[in-house]
């Protein structure tokens, strides 16, 4: 069975840092990207980082660059967030998801794996 378990979520104020897990079990991690994307209420889920799987490239858009890292453990089957700097619109649910593709990482449609999610809310 497959299985990824977001956490690490919570209530920060703004200029805070946290730092969400992604632990994976039950697929060959290693062969797969790993994306962390957030849904905020009433707005279209949207990536914030990605991992490569063969080289760990990593990818980050605007909203992200700069504040956002993501790292990876082959060896832990996890993957992780590293959020600094936070602001009131960061506050979403954060997904993790992995794909075995190497192409539109972006997307959220291209990921067949998804974890539950954790809240994220930053206070102004």
């Known amino acids: 069975e497959v299985q990824l378990q977001a956490s690490g979520g919570g209530l920060v104020q703004t200029g805070g840092s946290l730092r969400l897990s992604c632990a994976t079990s039950?697929?060959?991690?290693?062969?797969?990207?790993i994306g962390w994307f957030r849904q905020a209420p009433g707005k279209e889920r949207e990536e914030v980082a990605c991992i490569a799987s063969s080289d760990a490239k990593t990818y980050y858009p605007a909203s992200a660059k700069g504040r956002f890292t993501i790292s990876r453990d082959d060896a832990k089957n996890t993957a992780w967030l590293q959020m600094n700097n936070l602001k009131p619109e960061d506050t979403a649910v954060y997904y993790c998801?992995?794909?075995?593709?190497?192409?539109?990482?972006?997307?959220?449609?291209?990921?067949?794996?998804w974890g539950q999610g954790t809240q994220v809310t930053v206070s102004s």
């Open positions: 998801a992995a794909t075995d593709s190497s192409t539109s990482l972006y997307t959220p449609r291209t990921y067949q794996y």
């Open positions: 039950g697929f060959a991690f290693d062969d797969y990207a």
